[in-house]
């Protein structure tokens, strides 16, 4: 069985200051309550693990500069 979950965030800010914050590990690392490691490109991994345990990995499906980012959990 498959579930898909279509997750967006409203931001009130500029693509150009959000988009860095979400498609590098830096950026993502002070995003996130955790540690972020891996790769924020199309076809690489990213992976978070929080403090409670938890475990999440992200693969980046497709990346166009301050437009568009898919991402799989």
């Not at 790769?39 to 497709?62: R, Y």
């Amino acid at each position: 069985m498959s579930i898909t979950l279509y997750h967006a965030i409203l931001i009130n800010a500029p693509r150009s200051q959000i988009f860095p914050a979400l498609t590098t590990i830096e950026g993502m690392n002070h995003w996130h309550y955790g540690h972020v490691t891996g790769a924020i490109e199309v076809g690489s991994l990213m992976n978070f693990d929080s403090p409670t345990g938890l475990k999440f990995v992200w693969k980046t499906q497709e990346m166009e500069l301050n437009k568009r980012l898919i991402q799989v959990c």
